[in-house]
């Protein structure tokens, strides 16, 4: 349905919650390769003390653009319904806010931002977490892990160092583990989002083929 008004309604309005989003930072900022493992470690303790708080967080945001989000439970049925909500939300009330673009860059995580820049990182964290949470109730082998995988030069991976679900996809052999940075996924999307209606012929951001997938353990 398109927005008769972008004061009252979509980006508009969300643009005025996002200045009054609570601004979370993790204990360690920054890039994770810094960190000592001890320094990941609590920060990968404190996220997931703060899982319930995002979550909330996030609905609360959400319901203010009318839209209900429901909390995490582990029933797969409701899966498809949660992600075609999240569809909806992002791609009716989010896209256009033109204030996440700046702060979602590739180098998102390691940038010291202000304002409501700031509180937009925050965003993405809290939409990856809810994301993340969906499927992981419904896969319970799957978890918040930081990847302290010691790659190569050849191998290294973005997930090094940060905290990612650790998830083991029926469609890769047993031994093999997927780290899925469910907070990046997030912010890709967000930044495309933002594009939305500039051009028909960019990418949609669909959060239906990864919550199913993951929560299905197929994602890979």
Not at 104 to 111: G, V
Not at 112 to 119: C, D, H, K, Q, Y
Not at 138 to 147: I, K, N, Y
Not at 177 to 201: E, G, P
Request: include cysteine; hydrophobic fraction near 40%; aromatic fraction near 6%.
């Amino acid at each position: 349905m398109e927005l008769l008004s972008p004061l009252l309604s979509g980006s508009g309005k969300a643009r005025q919650l996002l200045t009054d989003y609570d601004d979370e930072r993790f204990v360690h900022a920054g890039m994770p390769d810094p960190l000592s493992r001890d320094q990941r470690h609590e920060n990968l303790a404190a996220f997931i003390e703060s899982i319930e708080r995002r979550i909330i967080r996030l609905q609360s945001f959400a319901a203010e653009l009318e839209t209900s989000l429901p909390t995490p439970d582990g029933d797969r049925i409701k899966v498809d319904r949660v992600a075609a909500s999240l569809n909806a939300f992002c791609k009716t009330k989010i896209a256009g806010l033109k204030e996440v673009e700046p702060a979602l860059s590739m180098d998102w995580r390691s940038r010291a931002l202000g304002g409501i820049e700031r509180r937009s990182h925050t965003l993405s964290i809290d939409l990856g977490t809810y994301c993340g949470e969906i499927a992981i109730r419904c896969a319970p082998q799957d978890g918040w892990v930081t990847d302290e995988t010691r790659y190569t030069r050849r191998t290294v991976m973005e997930t090094a160092g940060r905290m990612v679900i650790d998830h083991n996809p029926a469609v890769l052999p047993k031994t093999m583990t997927n780290h899925v940075d469910a907070h990046a996924i997030a912010a890709f999307a967000l930044s495309q989002i933002v594009h939305y209606r500039k051009s028909k012929s960019l990418w949609r951001p669909d959060y239906l083929t990864f919550l199913c997938a993951l929560a299905d353990g197929l994602y890979a």
